[in-house]
């Protein structure tokens, strides 16, 4: 069975944005971008809630064709054209999309049905909406979490909607010279 893995940004106070969406407190730099960059690498499905799609679409697409394109920018968006996309979104319900699926209700049931299938893992990036949704499921088996040296104080925590404990294992951690800090858990079942 595939694994759902999270891939998410937080600050040391536990948020994932600020009170109106702010990201710009994040540190991503080439250091992180190779460290994500050989994770992405093993899967085959990228999964989005409906605003980061979106954010995602206008931008990877076309990003490697652009003058000033990154190491980081022309990877990315190799990968990103060429991997499956599965949207969680009830206002873009119906819609025909090249090699995306979009899961409008039963979230449960479909995105079990996706682990199933055969393959490579499917990663979440971001998306908080979509992560409490499938975190109030339990449908998350791994969490990469990258912990940024900040604490911004309010705006959307990084868990929310959790039923019940659910216990974690750190496989792995990474420091980063900018001070962020990467931590692998896996859940533990049972």
């Known amino acids: 069975m595939r694994k759902l893995i999270l891939f998410m940004h937080a600050s040391l106070d536990g948020f994932v944005a600020g ?10 730099d ?12 093993e ?5 989005y809630g ?9 931008y990877w697409p076309t990003a490697a ?11 990315h968006s190799r990968w ?10 009830k206002s873009m319900q ?14 449960s049931d479909n995105i079990n049905k996706l682990k199933r299938q055969p393959g490579k893992d499917i990663l979440i990036f971001g998306s908080p909406t979509a992560a409490h949704s ?27 909607q959790i039923k019940d404990t659910a216990k974690l294992k750190l496989l792995s951690s990474n420091v980063f010279s900018s001070g962020v800090i990467a931590l692998h858990y896996e859940k533990v079942n049972g």
């Open 94 to 107: 119906g819609q025909q999309l090249s090699n995306t699926t979009i899961i409008s209700d039963n979230l």
């Open 134 to 160: 499938l975190m109030e499921y339990d449908l998350i088996d791994d969490f990469w979490l990258f912990v940024n040296p900040i604490l911004i104080g309010i705006g959307v925590p990084l868990f929310s």
């Open 30 to 41: 080439d250091e992180i971008f190779d460290y994500v960059g050989s994770r992405i690498n």
């Open 43 to 47: 899967s085959e499905t990228a999964l």
């Open 65 to 75: 064709e652009q003058p000033m394109a990154s190491k980081h920018d022309i990877e």
């Open 19 to 28: 009170p109106k969406g702010e990201m710009d407190w994040i540190n991503v």
């Open 80 to 89: 990103y054209k060429s991997v499956a996309k599965v949207v969680l979104s």
């Open 50 to 58: 409906r605003v980061t799609y979106q954010m995602m679409e206008a």
